[in-house]
């Protein structure tokens, strides 16, 4: 496999939980966040899988223009990642307001749901981008709960008017796909991307030292 | 449903995943470790879900009782967990040298096993446990993959030989079932354990602002 050059690994997100999984990782990286237009419209042409890959490598694109332009960072290897809720193949965005989060969350309880995530790697030399899908489960919801739960405020920035990572997990009661993705990085998925590039993971610099 | 009187809620055990899934919730609660013995026999009369059961019952067990003993701690709700590695009906306990973690990682590779963690609550006026069971599946590894992951030494002090926390997440291409039970604690069986105390979640002080 011909190897590429990498001089840094350059994450083009600034969500604090994708940073977490690449520290887990031992993977050595900077951050560089992209103003890149995330695009959730109901309507649009792209299937979901379609969305995050086109939406991972436009982040991904933003950031490498600005490194890949100076010497020192030319060979830089930007990652750029982008998630979504689907119900019932309809894209969730944000929640306009408190009533359209308790619609959203009323639609999902008791019902299963997908996540995409779309990863994207570019490099001069080589880019590369895949997706992967997580079905996800909500148990059912009580009106009450729901009420609760908007109180909190913490639907109110959530795509699909939840957080997996917050409160929104009591609720999330089985899934079926990788584990990662659902967080918003798919770490198995990510680890063959990288394989691509000559990186080939665990390295044995690394060493996380975290229980099961 | 009765309403017992809960002072503090007390987590019986030192894991940072289990901590940080708490504090995910909003829950505020105090650590106090049990010096219980896990018991990771092969050859035990107990199921896999008795196990993780009756040792996250004597982790409980054991901080109540010192808790209980003090009038103003009384009404401490004293929460135990315990989280064990099947295989094809065996448990797997940590690997006891290099030998024993090359092997349980060939017998893990390109296979589903479980993952049980079981959950105690331990009060004054009511004492609830429960389990839940998640099947993981490792994507098929290499000898060198194996290799440079035992040389990292992550798996050395797992059971099962591998760190779903760690680098070992690069393994798993599919869980189904519970997503958190993987992590160490069943954060939606655990909200509905709680409500057997009156403590219904989300309550509305919670306020975790994280992303998807």
Chains 1, 2 share one sequence.
């Not at 490498?64 to 100076?70: D, L, V």
């Not at 990863?119 to 009106?143: N, P, Q």
């Not at 729901?146 to 609720?171: L, N, R």
Request: aromatic residues 6%.
């Amino acid at each position: 496999m011909e190897v590429a050059h990498i001089s840094r690994i350059i994450l083009a997100s600034a969500s604090p939980r994708r940073q977490e999984l690449l520290r887990m990782l031992g993977v050595d990286f900077k951050v560089l966040v992209s103003t890149f237009e995330e695009h959730r419209e109901v309507d649009q042409p792209l299937s979901p899988a379609e969305l995050v890959m086109a939406t991972a490598q436009g982040k991904a694109e933003e950031v490498f223009r600005i490194t890949s332009a100076q010497a020192e960072t030319a060979d830089d290897l930007v990652l750029g990642a982008d998630t979504i809720v689907v119900l019932k193949g309809v894209c969730l965005g944000k929640p306009a307001g408190q009533e359209e989060a308790r619609r959203m969350l009323q639609a999902l309880s008791g019902r299963w749901h997908q996540v995409f995530t779309g990863i994207a790697l570019r490099h001069r030399c080589k880019s590369v981008t895949a997706y992967e899908r997580t079905k996800v489960h909500f148990r059912s919801l009580t009106d009450r709960e729901i009420d609760a739960y908007i109180s909190t405020g913490e639907p109110m920035d959530k795509a699909g008017a939840y957080g997996i990572q917050g409160i929104g997990a009591i609720f999330v009661d089985r899934i079926e796909g990788c584990f990662y993705n659902v967080m918003g990085l798919p770490v198995p998925r990510l680890a063959l991307l990288l394989q691509e590039y000559g990186i080939t993971l665990p390295e044995v610099k690394t060493l996380v030292r975290t229980g099961h």
